[in-house]
T-cell receptor
């Protein structure tokens, strides 16, 4: 099925560890996004990529890096995880105002 | 400052009731989305609106661009409608941005 695929679905990290969240879409969308969702705060934009080869910071970029490897893939990296990064992470892609989300990654940093 | 405000924040209804969730926004927009998130689940786009009204099954979404207001209605509510409903707008000024409401948590009791 066409859509946005995120991996992993769950992850537990120790403080200071690093990891990369993967996201891929097969809808030929230009724009891709990484959000975090925390209780009572709604979705907040971490980074976005308007097109292959470009990335821009969103509302809460500190502690994260991204790579738009090609048109399909947009990865989010935590270089040194902190407990404040415990959250649910969603990748999304859009084209012509249509909006598709991945199923989310539940990350816990202990 | 939150560009998108939703009300109510929480809503409990008896099965069969007619439900309305409201969304007000403060910026000019190109489109508005209604999203649904079941507990522990991913995020699904229900509607994308730029004017008028859309209907899908028991769900109806309306938008009034002049008043900067949208409503999501659920007719004959069912326990499976229990979810968080999120309003998101695509601001006209920023092509690649979305502003999100903090969501309305709906519980439908059998």
């Amino acid at each position: 099925n066409a859509g946005v695929t995120q991996t992993p679905k769950f992850q537990v990290l120790k403080t200071g560890q690093s990891m990369t969240l993967q996201c891929a879409q097969d809808m030929n969308h230009n724009s891709m996004y990484w959000y975090r969702q925390d209780p009572g705060m709604g979705l907040r934009l971490i980074y976005y990529s308007a097109s292959e080869g470009t990335t821009d910071k969103g509302e809460v970029p500190n502690g994260y890096n991204v790579s738009r490897l090609n048109k399909r893939e947009f990865s989010l990296r935590l270089e040194s995880a902190a407990p404040s990064q415990t959250s649910v992470y969603f990748c999304a892609s859009t084209q012509n105002y249509g909006y598709t989300f991945g199923s989310g990654t539940r990350l816990t940093v202990v | 400052k939150n560009e998108v405000e939703q009300s109510p924040q929480n809503l409990t209804a008896q099965e069969g009731e007619f439900i309305t969730i409201n969304c007000s926004y403060s910026v000019g927009i190109s489109a508005l989305h209604w999203l649904q998130q079941h507990p522990g689940g991913g995020i699904v786009s229900l509607f994308m609106l730029s004017s008028g009204k859309k209907k899908h099954g028991r769900l109806i979404a309306t938008i009034n661009i002049q008043e900067k207001h949208s409503s999501l209605h659920i007719t004959a509510s069912h326990p499976r409608d229990s979810a968080v409903y999120i309003c998101a707008v695509h601001p006209a000024q920023f092509v690649n941005q979305f502003y999100f409401g903090t969501g309305t948590s709906l519980t439908v009791i059998p």
